[in-house]
């Protein structure tokens, strides 16, 4: 990451104001350019890859249930709290979900509860499009939670091979993570292409043919003095 940061006025600028007269010059040329405004619900956007969008939970094809397993990894790191799981013990000793609720107005966005989830239980749609008349319309039972996927599938229509980009956490390599979280996903999702500290270092000096000097700060790191490179 580089920060590039803005010379300082002069005192003739600040005295003529040349920053409003640029903001107005630039409102003038738009002016007179074509409209490219989108002719929103008759034109719909293009929802890119790992969009977090409405909540739902995953319905296993095979039972028609959901596959949450009652970890609680996704209420423990939740940050708004806003994840709410009962269970109990079946007659083979395995976790049943009794109930699951999220309220989506507490929800921050995060994707954090899609991440952790072992099993792709929880994942967080494309579908933004979404309002009601009052709070408690926000507040997802598992019930609502599995409809939102099967509103969601009858959307995309064919799911055979569909793969929600925030179930593989970024940056991690695949033997740390679960079975179900290995999935194929582009390069950019995936981290292969994102390279942080020391890894950065060795790999901008392999491109450029020099060795990494050791200590020197890199992308994103900070001096002494607080400047970030």
Request: net charge positive; proline share 5%; hydrophobic share 40%.
């Amino acid at each position: 990451m580089q920060i590039q940061y803005k010379a300082p006025r002069n005192w003739l600028q600040t005295l003529l104001q040349t920053e409003i007269a640029q903001g107005m010059a630039l409102t003038l040329r738009r002016m007179f350019n074509r409209p490219i405004t989108r002719q929103y619900p008759e034109e719909k956007p293009v929802v890119a890859a790992g969009f977090r969008g409405r909540h739902a939970l995953v319905r296993d094809a095979a039972t028609g249930e959901s596959r949450c397993v009652a970890c609680m990894r996704c209420a423990r790191v939740c940050p708004s709290h806003c994840i709410r799981i009962r269970w109990s013990r079946a007659a083979d000793n395995s976790r049943v979900v009794d109930a699951y609720n999220i309220d989506a107005l507490r929800c921050i966005f995060c994707g954090y509860c899609a991440e952790v989830c072992p099993v792709n239980a929880i994942v967080l749609t494309e579908v933004y499009a979404y309002a009601a008349n009052g709070r408690s319309a926000f507040k997802f039972d598992k019930q609502a939670l599995l409809d939102n996927w099967d509103d969601f599938a009858a959307q995309k229509g064919d799911m055979q091979g569909y793969v929600n980009p925030l179930c593989r956490p970024r940056n991690m390599p695949e033997g740390a993570l679960a079975h179900a979280k290995r999935v194929a996903v582009d390069a950019e999702w995936s981290g292969a292409e994102q390279w942080v500290g020391k890894n950065h270092r060795a790999a901008l000096a392999h491109t450029q043919g020099v060795e990494p000097t050791p200590g020197a700060p890199c992308h994103g790191q900070t001096n002494q003095g607080g400047a970030a490179k």
